[in-house]
Nanobody
Framework: QVQLVESGGGLVQAGGSLKLSCAASGRTWSIYNMGWYLQAPGKQRELVAQITRGGTTNYGESVKGRFTISRDNAKNTVYLQMNSLKPEDTAVYYC?????????????WGQGTQVTVSS
């Protein structure tokens, strides 16, 4: 099992910045990917960004050039720096960790943190 605890959400004006953090605990040795998804009211959860243990990144189209994902493997923590925020970025942001061990793959989710961008 892997537990994920997110922090850093809040209310910000359009054009502002926020930084989210997500700390993993438990069977962290089995984590290969970590990242973030967002879910706006009435919509499906969608990719924000992912990062592999080696540092390869992948971003959703709507955040490219504005958001940066990073990872500290020693601290088992993933970060999301969000700049130039827009009202349409308003959503609950969920951290994920993908694990692989003993031939089994799993995806774990954090509890979510609310990000609200006012116009």
């Amino acid at each position: 099992q892997v537990q994920l605890v997110e922090s850093g959400g809040g209310l910000v004006q359009a054009g502002g910045s926020l930084k989210l953090s997500c700390a993993a605990s438990g069977r962290t040795w089995s984590i290969y990917n970590m990242g973030w998804y967002l879910q706006a009211p009435g919509k499906q959860r969608e990719l924000v960004a992912q990062i592999t243990r080696g540092g390869t990144t992948n971003y959703g189209e709507s955040v490219k050039g504005r958001f940066t994902i990073s990872r500290d493997n020693a601290k088992n923590t993933v970060y999301l720096q969000m700049n130039s925020l827009k009202p349409e970025d308003t959503a609950v942001y969920y951290c994920n960790a993908d694990t692989r061990g003993f031939g089994v793959e799993n995806r774990y989710w954090g509890q979510g943190t609310q990000v609200t961008v006012s116009s």
